[in-house]
């Protein structure tokens, strides 16, 4: 087969951007089927309040009121469902709470659902659902960990002592605790890590029609999977199932908050069947910060064992996880999946983790781009940065002392994960000289002189993604002699349309724009794992190459007969197949017009499985300035070397990571999920949550040296969320290195906002004499370079 322009590892725009960037993008919102009625969710303006409804025939005689449903209506229903518990340590099974599609006489969050209103338009039944009589009585709330263990805190469900959901651990405590016992030094940090409000661009919305005559129920949403969230409506719905057909249009973003059920979805279906009318229902961006499962909010006090040479010996973590009022569908695995990739990159021969989960009375807690990953990353990378700070050496020959180096690949770690491939050290040292690592020091000194504070910061870092159930792909040559994929991923925005066309294309040597994606469709598409874990190109991709090939034969086969050929002197070329080193050949179009053009032979279907998760790793570095005077900090420069085994198209690739780099950025130095003491939400709202914009981050510098993945048939390992894993640790590396250069200041949590830089250092300049000051700036504490302190001085 000839080098293609389109094939796999070319730089190809996406195909799908003529389309969206004209408005020719469908989005659920954008469906208006004939009768359409329009739903809106009365939600509570408390976090903890038990309440009693009054009289509600007023409301139903409303204009355009159809249907008023509170929890007596539907409580025959299922409640949504936590697939995701975990077992505590003890071996006992985590009690599950329920989570009711509407709340009976009690609510334990802002924003908790109370009622649905259906009427002819959105301002009708908005208007009825506020005149909804309704008496509260206020409760204390519980916000927070250490408010959820406090002693006396306010039980979230009575029923779960001391607010604890669950709690387990990963790794090995005995071996553990000998080796700290045995270690020459400890080092120890706690750490928070942040709240945060998800914002995809799209908020969620559902449509759900009833058709009686077949008693199906068609329900178009935004999502990243319709083949799970019709196995989950189904469940809450109590019905097989095979009587729902879930469509998913074009998807603004989903972060991974999109893949679960939400309530309104059995909502809408319950009340579409009743009505006989399809139900729309929308959420503003207000709900989206009140009624969606949230990402991270985590508090972590970890240890780190070292030897006198600086060799990590052993790592003891107590993980502290919000999972909020309810159990959102995957809530509690998360922190545990992140718990074993606790060890990252290193060779850390024991590790334990303790997990809990505790109960608040604030929004659920779910998996959001990187689910546990950037959490365990964030953790590691911090306590690597402050045990070199402690010992004296020099960041990078510390991480290389204790880099997992390639010989020792497949390498299992501490915690049971399995690392087929990476060269650690050899993306660090990219990096660190694309970043001009060497020359910091002259860079901070110019900043000095005008006033401002420099900071170098890095993380290596490994992640582990494409795991889990396999993906099947269905391809099918048309009549026109074009190429249908069938697949059960779903785009949100990454870019799917185009890497799978480049795949099949090159399989088949036909033109890209010959092939056509299909998803989102539980009628039309047999089966999907959907979207999440960074699967659907290193799973899905390789059931589409798999496919391919068996599409090619197949073809060959039936063009062998056409020609009067053998299979073996057949080649594809050109959406053709002709007889090698000859003009004789037919188009894949008269393919398809055979007789012996049955569809089995016009058809291919793969599914792959993977044996094991893929190991995505690399370096981010990033360098920051900071006013004194304001707290505000500038990322001035990034840098990042990433290894993702094989480079599928590298247009798709960099957009990955740097969507996910500015994700970090942003919960770093700007996102901040705040609640007050009573529950309730302060930063609900673009006013005063503040999302990072394009002036805060700038050009990145982005490569590959990649290392092919060796479990996965076409090399590849996940992208999808490693630009927000790199990026907490090193941007916040870079911040604290700038703070201890100047003050002293070894520590700060994120966000690193303005107000909480410049607290920090106004308590610094409190605490130390002008003489320590003046120390600080003229010496920095810790070196930049292994020149100055090598592995032999460690």
Same mark, same amino acid.
């Given at each position: 087969?000839?080098?293609?322009?389109?094939?796999?590892?070319?730089?190809?725009?996406?195909?799908?951007?003529?389309?969206?960037?004209?408005?020719?993008?469908?989005?659920?919102?954008?469906?208006?089927?004939?009768?359409?009625?329009?739903?809106?969710?009365?939600?509570?303006?408390?976090?903890?309040?038990?309440?009693?409804?009054?009289?509600?025939?007023?409301?139903?005689?409303?204009?355009?009121?159809?249907?008023?449903?509170?929890?007596?209506?539907?409580?025959?229903?299922?409640?949504?469902?936590?697939?995701?518990?975990?077992?505590?340590?003890?071996?006992?099974?985590?009690?599950?709470?329920?989570?009711?599609?509407?709340?009976?006489?009690?609510?334990?969050?802002?924003?908790?659902?109370?009622?649905?209103?259906?009427?002819?338009?959105?301002?009708?039944?908005?208007?009825?659902?506020?005149?909804?009589?309704?008496?509260?009585?206020?409760?204390?709330?519980?916000?927070?960990?250490?408010?959820?263990?406090?002693?006396?805190?306010?039980?979230?469900?009575?029923?779960?002592?001391?607010?604890?959901?669950?709690?387990?651990?990963?790794?090995?405590?005995?071996?553990?605790?000998?080796?700290?016992?045995?270690?020459?030094?400890?080092?120890?940090?706690?750490?928070?890590?942040?709240?945060?409000?998800?914002?995809?661009?799209?908020?969620?919305?559902?449509?759900?029609?009833?058709?009686?005559?077949?008693?199906?129920?068609?329900?178009?949403?935004?999502?990243?999977?319709?083949?799970?969230?019709?196995?989950?409506?189904?469940?809450?719905?109590?019905?097989?199932?095979?009587?729902?057909?879930?469509?998913?249009?074009?998807?603004?973003?989903?972060?991974?908050?999109?893949?679960?059920?939400?309530?309104?979805?059995?909502?809408?279906?319950?009340?579409?069947?009743?009505?006989?009318?399809?139900?729309?229902?929308?959420?503003?961006?207000?709900?989206?910060?009140?009624?969606?499962?949230?990402?991270?909010?985590?508090?972590?006090?970890?240890?780190?064992?070292?030897?006198?040479?600086?060799?990590?010996?052993?790592?003891?973590?107590?993980?502290?996880?919000?999972?909020?009022?309810?159990?959102?569908?995957?809530?509690?695995?998360?922190?545990?999946?992140?718990?074993?990739?606790?060890?990252?990159?290193?060779?850390?021969?024991?590790?334990?983790?303790?997990?809990?989960?505790?109960?608040?009375?604030?929004?659920?807690?779910?998996?959001?781009?990187?689910?546990?990953?950037?959490?365990?990353?964030?953790?590691?990378?911090?306590?690597?940065?402050?045990?070199?700070?402690?010992?004296?050496?020099?960041?990078?020959?510390?991480?290389?002392?204790?880099?997992?180096?390639?010989?020792?690949?497949?390498?299992?770690?501490?915690?049971?994960?399995?690392?087929?491939?990476?060269?650690?050290?050899?993306?660090?040292?990219?990096?660190?000289?694309?970043?001009?690592?060497?020359?910091?020091?002259?860079?901070?000194?110019? !900043?000095?002189? #005008?006033? $401002? +504070?420099? =900071?170098?910061?890095? *993380?290596?870092?490994?992640?582990?993604? @494409?795991?889990? %159930?396999?993906?099947?792909?269905?391809?099918?040559?048309?009549?026109?002699?074009?190429?249908?994929?069938?697949?059960?991923?779903?785009?949100?925005?990454?870019?799917?349309?185009?890497?799978?066309?480049?795949?099949?294309?090159?399989?088949?040597?036909?033109?890209?724009?010959?092939?056509?994606?299909?998803?989102?469709?539980?009628?039309?598409?047999?089966?999907?794992?959907?979207?999440?874990?960074?699967?659907?190109?290193?799973?899905?991709?390789?059931?589409?190459?798999?496919?391919?090939?068996?599409?090619?034969?197949?073809?060959?086969?039936?063009?062998?007969?056409?020609?009067?050929?053998?299979?073996?002197?057949?080649?594809? !070329?050109?959406? #053709?197949? $002709? +007889?090698? =080193?000859?003009?004789? *050949?037919?188009?894949?179009?008269?393919? @398809?017009?055979? %007789?012996?053009?049955?569809?089995?032979?016009?058809?291919?279907?793969?599914?792959?499985?993977?044996?094991?998760?893929?190991?995505?790793?690399?370096?981010?570095?990033?360098?920051?300035?900071?006013?004194?005077?304001?707290?505000?900090?500038?990322?001035?420069?990034?840098?990042?070397?990433?290894?993702?085994?094989?480079?599928?198209?590298?247009?798709?690739?960099?957009?990955?990571?740097?969507?996910?780099?500015?994700?970090?950025?942003?919960?770093?130095?700007?996102?901040?999920?705040?609640?007050?003491?009573?529950?309730?939400?302060?930063?609900?709202?673009?006013?005063?949550?503040?999302?990072?914009?394009?002036?805060?981050?700038?050009?990145?510098?982005?490569?590959?040296?990649?290392?092919?993945?060796?479990?996965?048939?076409?090399?590849?390992?996940?992208?999808? %969320?490693?630009?927000?894993?790199?990026?907490?640790?090193?941007?916040?590396?870079?911040?604290?290195?700038?703070?201890?250069?100047?003050?002293?200041?070894?520590?700060?949590?994120?966000?690193?906002?303005?107000?909480?830089?410049?607290?920090?250092?106004?308590?610094?300049?409190?605490?130390?004499?002008?003489?320590?000051?003046?120390?600080?700036?003229?010496?920095?504490?810790?070196?930049?370079?292994?020149?100055?302190?090598?592995?032999?001085?460690?």
């Amino acid at each position: 087969m000839r080098p293609m322009k389109f094939g796999v590892g070319q730089p190809v725009r996406r195909v799908e951007d003529a389309r969206l960037v004209t408005g020719q993008g469908r989005y659920t919102d954008d469906h208006h089927p004939d009768g359409t009625v329009h739903a809106y969710v009365l939600r509570s303006p408390h976090a903890h309040a038990r309440f009693v409804l009054g009289d509600l025939s007023a409301v139903w005689a409303m204009p355009g009121v159809l249907m008023v449903l509170v929890h007596a209506e539907v409580k025959h229903l299922g409640d949504v469902p936590c697939l995701g518990p975990v077992e505590n340590a003890d071996g006992t099974a985590m009690r599950l709470t329920p989570y009711p599609l509407l709340c009976r006489d009690e609510v334990r969050h802002v924003g908790d659902a109370v009622a649905v209103v259906v009427a002819e338009t959105l301002l009708q039944a908005r208007d009825a659902a506020e005149a909804i009589p309704i008496e509260w009585e206020p409760l204390a709330a519980t916000v927070g960990i250490e408010r959820a263990e406090a002693p006396g805190a306010a039980p979230v469900w009575p029923e779960i002592r001391g607010n604890v959901a669950f709690d387990t651990a990963v790794g090995d405590a005995a071996a553990t605790e000998k080796a700290f016992a045995a270690a020459d030094r400890v080092v120890s940090l706690r750490l928070v890590n942040n709240r945060l409000v998800t914002n995809y661009l799209e908020p969620r919305d559902c449509i759900a029609a009833y058709d009686e005559g077949d008693r199906r129920w068609t329900i178009t949403l935004g999502t990243q999977g319709s083949h799970s969230l019709k196995e989950t409506i189904a469940g809450c719905l109590k019905v097989e199932k095979r009587r729902l057909r879930v469509i998913t249009p074009d998807v603004g973003g989903g972060f991974g908050t999109k893949a679960f059920i939400y309530r309104e979805y059995p909502l809408c279906a319950f009340a579409a069947e009743k009505l006989g009318r399809p139900v729309k229902w929308v959420a503003d961006r207000s709900e989206h910060f009140v009624g969606d499962a949230q990402g991270r909010d985590n508090l972590v006090h970890a240890e780190l064992a070292l030897d006198a040479r600086g060799k990590f010996l052993a790592m003891r973590v107590d993980l502290k996880a919000d999972l909020g009022a309810y159990l959102s569908q995957f809530g509690p695995f998360i922190p545990v999946l992140g718990a074993s990739m606790t060890p990252g990159v290193y060779d850390i021969p024991t590790v334990h983790v303790r997990v809990r989960g505790y109960y608040t009375h604030t929004m659920p807690v779910d998996a959001y781009r990187g689910a546990g990953r950037p959490e365990a990353a964030y953790v590691i990378e911090r306590l690597a940065d402050q045990a070199a700070r402690e010992l004296g050496v020099a960041r990078d020959a510390l991480r290389a002392l204790n880099f997992v180096p390639p010989q020792k690949m497949p390498f299992t770690t501490a915690t049971g994960r399995i690392y087929d491939s990476g060269e650690f050290e050899g993306h660090m040292r990219r990096a660190m000289e694309v970043a001009e690592w060497a020359g910091f020091e002259q860079r901070s000194k110019e !900043a000095r002189r #005008a006033g $401002r +504070i420099r =900071g170098i910061g890095m *993380a290596t870092y490994v992640e582990a993604c @494409a795991f889990g %159930e396999g993906e099947r792909a269905t391809l099918r040559l048309d009549d026109d002699g074009g190429v249908t994929i069938l697949i059960g991923t779903q785009s949100t925005g990454q870019g799917h349309m185009t890497a799978y066309a480049q795949i099949a294309a090159e399989q088949l040597d036909l033109p890209m724009e010959r092939v056509r994606v299909v998803q989102g469709d539980t009628d039309l598409v047999r089966s999907g794992g959907g979207t999440g874990g960074s699967r659907s190109i290193p799973v899905g991709g390789v059931s589409v190459s798999n496919a391919s090939r068996q599409l090619a034969e197949n073809l060959k086969e039936l063009a062998a007969d056409a020609l009067e050929a053998g299979v073996a002197d057949l080649e594809l !070329a050109d959406g #053709a197949i $002709r +007889i090698s =080193g000859t003009d004789r *050949a037919i188009a894949f179009a008269d393919l @398809a017009r055979l %007789e012996k053009a049955t569809p089995e032979r016009l058809t291919a279907t793969d599914k792959w499985t993977p044996p094991e998760a893929t190991y995505p790793n690399g370096t981010h570095i990033c360098e920051v300035e900071i006013d004194p005077d304001t707290g505000e900090t500038e990322v001035v420069a990034y840098v990042v070397v990433d290894d993702f085994g094989v480079t599928l198209n590298p247009l798709l690739l960099e957009g990955q990571v740097h969507g996910g780099v500015v994700q970090g950025v942003g919960q770093a130095l700007h996102e901040h999920t705040v609640f007050d003491a009573e529950g309730q939400l302060l930063t609900a709202s673009f006013m005063d949550y503040r999302l990072p914009r394009a002036a805060d981050v700038p050009f990145f510098h982005f490569e590959t040296r990649n290392v092919p993945c060796a479990t996965n048939p076409l090399g590849l390992k996940g992208v999808g %969320e490693a630009g927000s894993i790199g990026s907490c640790p090193a941007v916040m590396n870079a911040v604290v290195d700038a703070l201890d250069r100047a003050y002293g200041i070894r520590h700060i949590d994120m966000p690193a906002t303005p107000d909480r830089v410049f607290r920090a250092i106004q308590e610094a300049l409190a605490a130390r004499s002008p003489l320590e000051l003046a120390r600080l700036w003229a010496h920095d504490p810790i070196t930049n370079s292994s020149t100055a302190s090598g592995p032999e001085n460690l």
